[in-house]
Structures are given as structure tokens and as C-alpha cells.
């Protein structure tokens, strides 16, 4: 890849899981932004455990080179909840425009069951077609709200939610304007569909309204698991669902491929919950960070 196109972030959730707070309770803010540095990343989104004060996680940030991306924002349009979701969507906004971010990513919780005891293969919610378009409503919205900053809004797809399958981000993507974007996260669609070659169809088709890349890799014998014994997401997350590209069954090399031959700009960032006790985040952050190097040359 051109590595003047990209940038390498990793996600905070290996060493602090904000679905699971008890997943990594003992890591501090400071030992997680010194050890993404350490591990050569220079970009981060933000965690349950970072300072909220702009001038004190700034400095915090710029002594170890680290700088935002982005940071989750849940969405509740489809429950009606309009008006608090702007609402909070504006703070969001500023405090990420304030840390010099660009992308706000974005994933629409409306009856989502990730964080719930429920089979994430069984139980996930299906929208209504009422339901896509206060859904298409409310992102329009959220786009105008965030090109007042200079800032885009990408949709997460991801397990568990109302909008996982290739089928739903197509609905997705032709419900909502052309300035509503993508954030594609290899791991969320492998699970979703046990498909090495469905996850890349969804990233050639959307290539040009990709926004962000998550790189995640996924264990396939741990999927097989969650499958047979309808485990919930967060099991899944326990025993070792994800892990950091390389070290799961995703060939990522065709992934930065298609990314280069369509002259992709933005940031590319590592992102692998699982559980600390087990899989060491500095050391896991390091694998993800050589093979990076290794496969795509940045």
C-alpha cells in the first residue's frame, strides 16, 4: 500500500473493553496509550478509561505521537429517540472535532442484543421497512450536523444490531444519502457470514463510500462455538472470538489490495477485543503491528 494513504491506529478495546468493563479493570488509561506507541501505532479511538478534558488528553496523546481517529457513537433512531440522539450526537461531535478527528463512527443500537445473553446468531433484531427510514431520516441528519465541523459519519456494522449482513448494509447504503458513509470492519463480517469472499464483495462494492477500516481477525473454532452452543456475543468475545490480524483465519493481503487499487485515504485501525488476562494487549498489538508491516508494506 502507498504509505502516504494511511494511517495505523489500534483501538483501545484489546486492553479496555467498554462492553465488559471487567475484561482489562486493571489497565490503566496511561499503560494502554504508552503501549500503542510503543508498539508503533500513531492513532488511537477512545476508551472507557481516557480523560474526557480535550487539553489534558491532548498532552497526554501528543507526548507519546498518538492522535484521535475516531470514538463509537451509538445511534437510536429506530426507537424514536431522535431528538436525544442529535442531541448527544453534537457533544460527540465536538469533542471529537476538538481532538482533530474527521471521522465520527457511528452504529445504530436501536434493540441491539451485543452486550445482551442472547444467541448472537439467533436473537438479532430485523428493521422494519418503517423503521429503515427513520433510520435513513435520522443519519441524513447526523451527515449535515457533522459537515458543520468538516467531519464525516460512518455507520459500524456489527454483530448483534439491526444492520450485520452484506443484505443490510445494501439497504443501508441505498436508504441514506450519498454524504452518510461506511466503516468497513473485516471482523464483523467474516462472523456474520463465515465468508472470506462475501466480506471483500461488500468492500470492493463500497469502496469509494468507505470512510474507516477496522482490521480485525477472527477464530474460526471459537465461531464454530458461539454457532452450535448459541452463545452470546460477549461469550464469544471471552473465549477468543477476535484477534489481531494475522493471528486468525482472515487473509487480509487481498483487503489492503483493494484498499490501494482504489487509492483509499484514512486510517486502518486494529481492533481485537478480547480478554487481557489471556492475550497479552502489547504483545497482541505488536503481532497485529508486524504483520501490517509484513503484508501491506506500511
Same mark, same amino acid.
Given at each position: 500500500?502507498? &504509505?502516504?494513504?494511511?494511517?495505523?491506529?489500534? &483501538?483501545?478495546?484489546? !486492553?479496555?473493553? #467498554?462492553?465488559?468493563?471487567?475484561?482489562? =479493570?486493571?489497565? %490503566?488509561?496511561?499503560?494502554?496509550?504508552?503501549?500503542?506507541?510503543? /508498539?508503533?501505532? %500513531?492513532?488511537?479511538?477512545?476508551?472507557?478509561?481516557?480523560?474526557?478534558?480535550?487539553?489534558?488528553?491532548?498532552?497526554?496523546?501528543?507526548?507519546?505521537?498518538?492522535?484521535?481517529?475516531? =470514538? !463509537?457513537?451509538?445511534?437510536?433512531?429506530?426507537?424514536?429517540?431522535?431528538?436525544?440522539?442529535?442531541?448527544?450526537?453534537?457533544?460527540?461531535?465536538?469533542?471529537?472535532?476538538?481532538?482533530? &478527528?474527521?471521522?465520527?463512527?457511528?452504529?445504530?443500537?436501536?434493540?441491539?442484543?451485543?452486550? $445482551?445473553?442472547?444467541?448472537?446468531?439467533?436473537?438479532?433484531?430485523?428493521?422494519?421497512? &418503517?423503521? !429503515?427510514?427513520?433510520?435513513?431520516?435520522?443519519?441524513?441528519?447526523?451527515?449535515?450536523? =457533522? /459537515?458543520?465541523?468538516?467531519?464525516?459519519?460512518? $455507520?459500524?456494522?456489527?454483530?448483534?444490531?439491526?444492520?450485520? %449482513?452484506?443484505?443490510?448494509? #445494501?439497504?443501508?447504503?441505498?436508504?441514506?444519502?450519498?454524504?452518510?458513509?461506511?466503516?468497513?470492519?473485516?471482523?464483523?463480517?467474516?462472523?456474520?457470514?463465515?465468508?472470506?469472499? /462475501?466480506? $471483500?464483495?461488500?468492500?470492493?462494492?463500497?469502496?469509494?463510500?468507505?470512510?474507516?477500516?477496522?482490521?480485525?481477525?477472527?477464530?474460526?473454532?471459537?465461531?464454530?462455538?458461539?454457532?452450535?452452543?448459541?452463545?452470546?456475543? $460477549?461469550?464469544?468475545?471471552?473465549?477468543?472470538?477476535?484477534?489481531?490480524?494475522?493471528?486468525?483465519?482472515?487473509?487480509?493481503?487481498?483487503?489492503?489490495?483493494?484498499?490501494?487499487?482504489?487509492?483509499?485515504?484514512? !486510517?486502518?485501525?486494529?481492533?481485537?477485543?478480547? #480478554?487481557? =488476562?489471556?492475550?497479552?494487549?502489547?504483545?497482541?498489538?505488536?503481532?497485529?503491528?508486524?504483520?501490517?508491516?509484513?503484508?501491506?508494506?506500511?
Amino acid at each position: 500500500m502507498k &504509505a502516504e494513504n494511511v494511517k495505523l491506529g489500534i &483501538a483501545p478495546i484489546g !486492553w479496555t473493553n #467498554d462492553d465488559l468493563p471487567e475484561l482489562g =479493570a486493571e489497565n %490503566t488509561f496511561e499503560q494502554c496509550v504508552s503501549e500503542m506507541a510503543l /508498539a508503533g501505532y %500513531t492513532g488511537c479511538e477512545v476508551g472507557n478509561k481516557y480523560p474526557r478534558d480535550v487539553e489534558v488528553l491532548k498532552h497526554k496523546l501528543d507526548v507519546r505521537g498518538i492522535e484521535i481517529c475516531n =470514538a !463509537w457513537f451509538s445511534t437510536f433512531f429506530v426507537d424514536g429517540k431522535k431528538a436525544q440522539t442529535l442531541q448527544d450526537f453534537i457533544k460527540h461531535r465536538d469533542f471529537l472535532h476538538a481532538m482533530g &478527528a474527521k471521522v465520527i463512527g457511528c452504529s445504530e443500537q436501536s434493540r441491539s442484543i451485543q452486550g $445482551l445473553p442472547k444467541s448472537i446468531f439467533n436473537e438479532k433484531t430485523v428493521f422494519t421497512d &418503517a423503521e !429503515w427510514e427513520l433510520l435513513a431520516e435520522g443519519y441524513n441528519e447526523l451527515a449535515k450536523l =457533522a /459537515a458543520e465541523k468538516g467531519m464525516r459519519v460512518c $455507520l459500524h456494522h456489527h454483530m448483534g444490531t439491526g444492520i450485520q %449482513t452484506p443484505e443490510e448494509i #445494501d439497504r443501508y447504503m441505498s436508504v441514506v444519502n450519498d454524504d452518510v458513509y461506511l466503516l468497513f470492519d473485516s471482523g464483523h463480517l467474516y462472523y456474520s457470514e463465515g465468508s472470506q469472499q /462475501a466480506m $471483500l464483495d461488500v468492500l470492493e462494492k463500497y469502496i469509494d463510500r468507505i470512510i474507516h477500516v477496522h482490521l480485525k481477525d477472527v477464530r474460526d473454532d471459537v465461531v464454530n462455538e458461539v454457532r452450535s452452543k448459541n452463545l452470546s456475543f $460477549l461469550e464469544g468475545v471471552k473465549k477468543g472470538t477476535f484477534t489481531v490480524p494475522g493471528d486468525g483465519v482472515i487473509d487480509f493481503k487481498p483487503i489492503f489490495e483493494i484498499l490501494d487499487r482504489h487509492n483509499y485515504k484514512g !486510517w486502518m485501525v486494529v481492533e481485537a477485543e478480547q #480478554d487481557p =488476562a489471556v492475550a497479552n494487549p502489547f504483545e497482541y498489538a505488536v503481532k497485529g503491528r508486524k504483520y501490517i508491516k509484513d503484508v501491506a508494506g506500511v
